[in-house]
């Protein structure tokens, strides 16, 4: 009797291990080139490690928002995967509809863990802080820098090394940059969605209140900063243009432009002028917005998932990978140990462009409006933003205060 | 019996028309910016049975990633390239793609090594070229990407691109590809000397390599082999074609489409055209001397006429315009002086130069021989000669010449050893017009009457963007300057620095003549005291009263300065139309200006 329960046991014990299969995590991902490929290696190795137990697979679901879309139809459809990268500003309808789960549950089972959350960057954490908790990680941020092309200041009488620090000077600049040439513009500037939020701010004008309910936009501010860029187009000395940006940038014949601290690397290999680089300016305010995005956890998956997939969190950003993520891709590390390792900080003193996404991240960057509507309202300002620097004749105080009343039916759409 | 009349027909038909291969030699894979392998794209291209010859243009810093199995991947394409051609059938053709926007993209065919625009600039890879005798092409030539500083040129490296696209694009709209900046810029680079042909690839980047629409370059070989595929880039013996099967014919005595004749003064050009069932709507000789429109329509024809080369340098090409809106475009045939002697693209550096001024003129001399030569250039105009001055070139090299010519003489011939090779008629004017627009004063549409009164006097107005500078100030004949708007609200930038006032004042002095526009609306800021200053720092005792609306001091708002130039003040309703100049300003500013 003994024996044949024994044996059954060893049976039954054997039938566990040989059935009990890794935990499969899944995470989806919105970028591709070297970011999808650092991603991958860290998968790869992570699963090397876990093997046997967990299994993460990463997954490319198109860029940021096709991967929103796809995410929303996941959760209605009760299909969503444990991890996702979604951009900064397109995860409020997740936030609101309770999709996310709340990292502090796992963090305060966590101490070794816990004790080095202070060591995320203090304004990563705050972006990713809600109402229902600490609800993701930072995975792939960034700031806005202001590029310059310092043979055009030098040609123009400028100094390079005295860039512009708020817009009135670089209008100033751009008037001197502008007398080398028809052909030649001080500020090109184009539809990017997080640079329009960072003008109005940074004329002192607002967009979207805190708690997500009410416009902000129409203002004195805001009508002040669209007139302003637009004046520069109407002059001459601005170049607005909804395509081909990247060209004029490489071109060599735009003195100043602002995009992401991601295209350090990439300017430096494709230039062929002397490429400087500084803080983005400010107006009445010095403020930024933290771009990129953040990997998230979804609530819904059963327990043992989500579990092996905040090993794969914590692993992922961890300061080996995080500084490894940053190397390779010219993203911030999510981690001042990461920032302070001796790899990174070679590249701060080899190259101090590469610092001063650092400075901004500590002095002015925010966290860009996440609101569920928000992605839609977006869209809405785009449209005005070109509509109004497309036709440097049109009334930008009567285009915003427009936009205004339409966003706002929007929002109240959303939320009642 | 059926089957050997069906033979004939065909056979008939190759040889009244010729026969022509077509290519793809312009696309990518995922070993760049594209989709799939350089095997799924040569294997699709050979089987579907649209193109006989297929390259894979990767772009070069791509290649700089080794493939996962740790090979390179230009060496993976040449293995594929290898793999795939079959002489007689199908022709692969390995490549990569030099992608230095600013400068330009440049496809690079059949060598065993690449380089990236990360350690070369466009003078580098010319020389990169040259040095391994390679077969190039330039791409989708223009603004966006580049147009290779204006098609600056280099006899020696003239030897190894031989041809440019008029057509890249692969959306699914034939009639998209050939575009009218590459059709323009085809013609830039015929003229600054590059003897180029043209071609139409699809520069796919999401498979349906050859197969996403119907433009192709078409090759006019009698023999698909790699070597004769080769020899017809390096020949141009190709032309593009957004139409799947059009097939035309250009060619003179001695020469077919691409080649280059010597000392012929008079030619006959003959043109074929055959599509059946494709009617033209329109064909053109394009030519250095103008646009000829033939005489021809439907859907198979012939065609020969008679031209003269009036220059040293002739060149020749066709276009057809199909009713469905399908282009065609032809690679040239020149007509050059055996002397390699060669000045092109003169102009005047001011497209409007002032009459009775000296102005400056350029033009591009070539010496194309191995040996150094010496250039000796006459400008006449009729019997005068106009300038004369002889350079030496060194062999092979271009050289972009400038001088200043002091004449009133209008149609300019440029001479190089007695050959004409170039004419230029000057577009004069009779004094050019600055309107600043730098001092919050961006007025340029409310200011048109003013400013059409200068232009129906005879001259040109120019907008001053950005900064006055003295430079400025002084390259022109006059100054209209007028006060800024009081509702700026940039209002930092309304006054006008001391140094500008000082070099206006010179200006004035030397013989210039200020309009002044007084205010629109009165200025309270303190800006308005720069203008003061202004005001008195001219030699007169008129003040600026108002906020700058109005003056005091004087009767009259001419004012001439002794042994200078002159002022004049307009009222804001003057300048914008609203209320007559009077008949005594008009006429001062006439005699200013020399014209009465």
Partial sequence: MKRTFLITLLVVAIAAISF????????????????????LDIAAEFNKLHEGEIEVEAVYTGNYQDTMQKLLAAMVAGDVPALAQIEQSRIGQFVDGGAFQDLNYFIDKDPEFKATLDDFWPRFIQANTYEQGLLGFPLNCSTPLMYINRDLFKQAGLDPDNPPKTWTEVYAAAKQIKTLGEDIFGYRFGIDDWLLEAYIWQFGGQIISEDGREMLIYSPETVAAWNFFQKGVREGIFIFGVSGGNE???SGRIAMVVRSTGSIGYLKQNVKYDLGATTMPGQVKEVVPIGGANVFMFSARPEAEKEAAWEFLKFLTSTENTKRWSLATGYMTSRISAFESSEIQKIMTDDPRYALTYQQLKDSAVRRPWYGPYPEVHAMITSAWEEVMSDPTKDADAVLKNLHEEAQYVLDDYYF | MKKLLVLLLITAGVFSFGQVYFGNIHAHTSYSDGQGTPEEAFEHARDSGVVDIQAITD????????????????????????????????IAISGFEWTLTSRGHITIYNTSEWIDRSTTDLYDIYQWIVERKATAQFCHPGKKYGDFFDFEYFPEVD???????????????????????????????LNRGWHVGASANQDNHHKQWATVNDARTAFVIDELTTEKVYEALKTRNIYATEDRNAFISFSTEGAKMGDILY??????????????????????????????????SGDEWTIEIDVENPLSYNWYFVK???????????????????????????KTIDSRPVKGLPFDVSFDLINSLREDQVISVKVRSGENIVFSKDYDISAMTCLEITETFDTEYEDLAFFVDDELAFRVNVDFVSFTAHLDTSHENYFVSELKPLTKIFVDLGGEVKPVIGELTEKTTFEGQVLILPLPDADTFMKDFMAISEEQIDFIVDYVEKGGLLIIVLAKKEITHPSIESYKLQFEKLPWVVELENGGRSVSGTSTRNLEIE??????????????????????TMGYIEFRLGLR
């Avoid at chain 2, 700089?64 to 007689?88: C, F, H, Q």
């Avoid at chain 2, 009218?180 to 830039?188: A, I, K, L």
């Avoid at chain 2, 809106?325 to 002697?341: L, M």
């Fill in chain 2, 263 to 296: 000392d012929i003064p008079e030619a006959t050009l003959k043109v074929e055209y055959s599509d059946p069932g494709e009617r033209i709507r329109r064909a053109y000789i394009y030519s250095n001397n103008g646009i000829m429109e033939l005489a021809v």
């Fill in chain 1, 20 to 39: 009990a299969a890794p935990v499969k995590v899944t995470m989806w991902y919105a970028q591709t080139g070297i970011y999808s490929q650092t991603l």
């Fill in chain 1, 248 to 250: 004029l940038d490489l």
């Fill in chain 2, 320 to 346: 057809i315009d199909q009713i469905d809106s399908n282009e065609i475009v032809s690679s040239p045939i020149w007509f050059q002086s055996s002397t390699n002697k060669y000045l092109l693209n003169a």
């Fill in chain 2, 59 to 90: 772009h070069d810093h791509d290649l700089n990633y080794p493939l996962p199995d740790g090979s390179w991947k230009l060496d993976r394409i040449i293995e594929m390239a290898e793999k795939y051609t079959v002489e007689g059938k199908f």
């Fill in chain 2, 159 to 189: 030897l190894y691109i031989n041809t440019i696209e008029v057509g890249n694009g692969a959306g699914a709209n034939s009639n998209n590809v050939i575009k009218d900046e590459y059709f323009e810029r085809y013609q830039r680079a």
């Fill in chain 2, 563 to 584: 042994d200078g130039g002159g002022v004049v003040i307009l009222s804001w309703d003057e300048a914008t139309g609203n209320s007559v100049i009077d008949e005594g």
